[in-house]
């Protein structure tokens, strides 16, 4: 199983971004999916996070700026990101989990991608 961000990259303060990620391989059901991001010297935090039922959850900083969304036909998760600011600057994470098949049974597997870096110039 493998979590594929895109979208990242070099923004004004102001600016918008969209960030996706794509889920693939033998997945049975993908549950809560999330976006993490991890600035300079500071550890990784959530952003935001949303249930198979679309049930969401922001941080502080980001609400009402940030809108997470979910395509599960297609397993995909996005992030739209408005009115960016510099301290949004950081590499985010797609973060999933995912319940795939197996001989003995189905079996959880909490996954990451490798990440895309976000800049917000002031």
């Known amino acids: 199983v493998q979590l594929a961000e895109s979208g990242g990259g070099l923004v004004q303060f102001g600016g918008s971004l969209r960030l996706s990620c794509y889920a693939s391989?033998?997945?049975?059901?993908?549950?809560?999916m999330a976006w993490y991001r991890q600035a300079p010297g500071k550890e990784r935090e959530l952003v935001a996070s949303i249930t198979s039922g679309g049930g969401t959850i922001y941080a502080d900083p980001v609400k009402g700026r940030f809108t997470i969304s979910r395509e599960n036909a297609e397993s995909t998760l996005y992030l739209q990101m408005n009115s960016l600011k510099p301290e949004d600057t950081a590499v985010y994470y797609c973060?999933?989990?995912?319940?795939?098949?197996?001989?003995?049974?189905?079996?959880?597997?909490?996954?990451w991608g490798q990440g895309t870096l976000v800049t917000v110039s002031s």
């Open positions: 973060n999933a989990l995912v319940e795939i098949s197996l001989i003995e049974g189905n079996k959880n597997l909490n996954v």
């Open positions: 391989g033998s997945i049975f059901d993908i549950k809560t």
